[in-house]
């Protein structure tokens, strides 16, 4: 791919003010020779003002979201993209959320801008586990485990029912549930439909991974073994 082209996919600028930067001088290679647009160089030897360009496409992120913030580049209030370096925003392909978690509920979120992956993540065929730690308003019946994991649980205004899910109950209002789709306020409506209410909803843990150390609202790209731990874990 063109330099050019190569800067402007990953959101420094249109490919008009990457032209203007290379005439500039502002890019250059590792060494500090300055860079023309014709140049073959690798992703890794260029500098943009002295800096390393961000990563190439392909890009894997996990950020632990805080309750209040909203996953879209385009909403009222505070959104995932201000936890992430603005360029993101601006990258081709785009780097989208995997799924989407509700403005109210905390945790794990991936993020790529890679549509294979995306689909292998989120698509209910993959059986990819979703843990959820849940909070109650009311205590939990006791039947809800079994209706649950029934596979016939149908939520309202929707024609097929749900996949089986796994409840494990902590005490009467605090749960941990593990779901294999992503519908819309899934883990919610569950509650809703058994006349309980969600009053906390965190998500700990997609496949093999958890967010590990990463505090509230930071994020860190993903690497090999982390690509590897997230998909070794399925619910059958
Ligand atoms: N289920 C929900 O109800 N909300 C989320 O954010 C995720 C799963």
Request: proline share 4%.
């Amino acid at each position: 791919m063109k330099l050019v082209k190569l800067i402007a996919n990953l959101g420094y600028g249109s490919r008009k003010e990457v032209t203007a930067m290379f005439r500039e001088g502002r890019i250059t290679n590792a060494q500090g020779e300055v860079l023309y647009t014709d140049d073959q160089v690798t992703h890794d030897q260029i500098r943009i003002d002295d800096e390393p360009l961000d990563p190439p496409s392909g890009l894997l992120i996990m950020l632990h979201k805080p309750i209040g913030y909203t996953c879209s580049t385009k909403d009222q209030g505070e959104l995932i993209y201000d936890l992430l370096p603005p360029r993101f925003r601006l990258r081709s392909p785009i780097v989208a959320n995997v799924g989407r978690l509700d403005r109210e509920t905390s945790g794990l979120l991936l993020l790529t801008d890679d549509g294979v992956l995306l689909h292998r993540i989120s698509s209910p065929k993959h059986k990819l586990a979703k843990v959820y730690e849940v909070t109650l308003a009311r205590d939990m019946k006791g039947n809800e485990a079994v209706l649950f994991a029934s596979g016939t649980l149908m939520l309202e205004s929707e024609k097929e029912p749900l996949a089986p899910a796994q409840l494990t109950v902590i005490n009467s209002r605090q749960a941990r549930i593990i779901v294999t789709e992503g519908r819309y306020h899934q883990v919610r409506r569950m509650f809703a439909a058994v006349g309980n209410h969600v009053e906390t909803l965190h998500r700990s843990q997609i496949g093999g991974l958890t967010l590990g150390d990463l505090l509230v609202a930071e994020w860190r790209i993903l690497n090999d073994a982390d690509r590897l731990k997230l998909f070794e874990q399925r619910l059958m």
